[in-house]
């Protein structure tokens, strides 16, 4: 133990009191269902982009007290759904085009690296088997002429996976660690705007060119061929700047933020 690090009795550590242990775990327990309950009232428009966000209205609505609320709003300040104000206190963000744009684009950048690298250290067979399990779950959710807001679902949840999948690819921490950040951006998962005109004409067109370029990707690390897996992921994350783009300008459907509330967020 270094000097600088301080020093308690044993009797002490193995006497504290499981109250206290247990208002500890419960107090964590309120930030975390504090935390998500606010989240989803940001990205459900329920608390509109540059609203200041009140301590005391929350403590009333959410039915719990400050400590965990104000726990609950760094949180959310840190996955940059709020911004800390001047004089205290937060407000909802709200985000240019352009910072969603290279939101988009770090990602792209990212997930390219872990594809190149992937290819040239090679991958457990028992990941890339699961890969090819994940696409062919794909092709079977994409085989209808059109899809319902249940098949649309269905893909989210296997395209999330498919994208983590990548990471472990790649057998790095750091790698692991920095996707898992950029995909906390707001609006920069994979799947962030897949739900966006649903009901539009070209809404399963795109999910099939995307799941042509899973099935290159994949082609391309079994191969070794890192250049072309990180150019593919690079070019698979313009079909999402491509889908920002018709979101917010209304292309193909007039249900834009019926479909997804967050999109008020963004400013054109």
């Not at 009140?54 to 709020?82: M, W």
Request: charged share 25%; aromatic share 2%; hydrophobic share 45%.
């Amino acid at each position: 133990m270094s000097a600088s690090s301080p020093s308690f009795p044993s009797s002490l550590a193995a006497d504290a009191p499981a109250a206290d242990v247990h208002d500890g775990a419960a107090g964590a327990l309120q930030s975390v269902r504090a935390q998500l309950r606010l989240r989803e009232m940001i990205l459900a428009g329920e608390l509109a982009g540059g609203l200041r966000i009140a301590e005391l209205a929350l403590v009333e609505r959410l039915g719990v007290s400050r400590t965990p609320i104000r726990a609950a709003l760094q949180r959310l300040e840190q996955e940059g759904l709020l911004q800390r104000l001047a004089g205290g206190g937060y407000a909802v963000r709200t985000f240019s085009e352009t910072d969603v744009s290279d939101a988009i684009a770090l990602r792209g950048t990212l997930e390219g690296l872990a594809a190149r690298l992937a290819a040239e250290r090679g991958v457990p067979a028992d990941v890339m088997a699961e890969a090819h399990c994940c696409l062919a779950d794909i092709d079977a959710t994409l085989s209808p002429p059109t899809l319902d807001d249940e098949g649309f679902g269905r893909y989210v949840e296997l395209n999330a996976h498919f994208h983590v999948l990548l990471g472990r690819m790649v057998g790095s921490d750091v790698v692991l660690r920095e996707l898992d950040r950029v995909k906390g951006l707001p609006f920069a998962s994979p799947s962030a705007f897949v739900m966006v005109q649903t009901h539009s004409a070209q809404a399963r067109d795109l999910l099939v060119v995307a799941q042509d370029q899973h099935r290159q990707l994949l082609d391309a690390i079994e191969h070794r061929e890192g250049a072309r897996a990180e150019a593919i992921m690079r070019e698979h994350s313009r079909l999402a700047q491509r889908k920002l783009r018709e979101a917010l300008s209304g292309t193909g459907s007039g249900r834009v933020h019926a479909d997804m509330p967050p999109l008020t967020l963004i400013r054109r």
